[in-house]
């Protein structure tokens, strides 16, 4: 019902940016809750940067002053500027949107993950 699509990943060199992109489409009435996560070979998925239901928004201790959430709610999409890249921040990144369709059922939804290599 609810589809992400992810964009802006690829291969930048150690002190670059990258900017990754989603945007969510299909049968959405809210979106409580938007952002990235990301993950490693045979590690969990963890938090990179969300906006939360609660109105704030969240980022890993890792990326603080790095990254920059940002989002377009017209567009229902969101960004994430990267600067200062590092080679630890090479991960498979996933766009996470929570919220409610037009027929008022919860939904939660993952992108299909886009990769992010940084090289040292």
């Known amino acids: 019902q609810v589809q992400l699509v992810e964009s802006g990943g690829g291969l930048v060199q150690a002190g670059g940016s990258l900017r990754l992109s989603c945007a969510a489409s299909g049968s959405i009435f809210s979106i409580n809750a938007m952002g990235w996560y990301r993950q490693a070979p045979g590690k969990q998925r963890e938090l990179v940067a969300a906006?939360?239901?609660?109105?704030?928004?969240n980022y890993a201790d890792s990326v603080k002053g790095r990254f920059t959430l940002s989002r377009d709610n017209a567009k229902n999409t969101v960004y994430l500027q990267m600067n200062s890249l590092k080679s630890e921040d090479t991960d498979v990144y996933y766009c996470?949107?929570?919220?409610?369709?037009?027929?008022?059922?919860?939904?939660?939804?993952w992108g299909q993950g886009t990769q992010v290599t940084v090289s040292s």
């Open positions: 906006f939360t239901s609660g109105g704030t928004t």
């Open positions: 996470y949107a929570e919220g409610a369709t037009m027929t008022f059922q919860s939904f939660g939804s």
